[in-house]
């Protein structure tokens, strides 16, 4: 599996909330078991404009996924969703073909009002497109929001998580969740148990 984490650095997100973010970020791969001959993984950072903190194989450069994710920092300004994900459909261009794509986007909130939304369909779109799979983790965010909600292909993929410190709680679910979408074998780790859907 090729998985993209999208973490939310924006206005309203504080230190706290952050290193929830990145613990289950870590925690997550570690389900998926993130190594050069199994999962690939990649940590975009988004507010205003999003950064990309480490591309599928940087981490195979010598650095652990886990330093990847402890670099991210808190930058502030809008909320910009659909430039993440302008982001993130850049990045999969470099996901291999033969792997499910998957995507966890985790946000405190709708993007920023003056940036609307038709253009963030059009951005959630072209990610699918890339026949990723799309997730939103919704920090205190209602899985009905009329912004949020097209962004996803089913609603079932919208994870309405209560706040920060629940995040960790869902990682297993989560995991379970993911690989019944797949179709695919895939093995968590942290179980070590191998799940077919269907």
Known sequence: ?????????????????????KDFAKLVAKQFGIAPSSSHAAVISY???PILIGGFFDYLMGKSFEDIVDSVTLTGGRRNIQEALQQTQRLLTSARPDVPRVVFLITYGQQARELGSQRLREMAKSVRDMRAVLYIIGVGVDD???QLQPVVERRSDFFEIPSSSDL????????????????KPITIMRLGLQLTSG
Do not use: E
């Open 168 to 183: 960790n709680s869902y990682v297993q679910p989560i995991a379970y969740y993911v690989v019944s979408r797949t179709g």
């Open 47 to 49: 507010s205003d404009k």
């Open 144 to 146: 009905n929001d009329p």
């Open 1 to 21: 599996m090729d998985i993209v984490f999208l973490l939310d650095t924006s206005n309203g997100v504080t230190q706290s909330d952050l290193r929830q973010q």
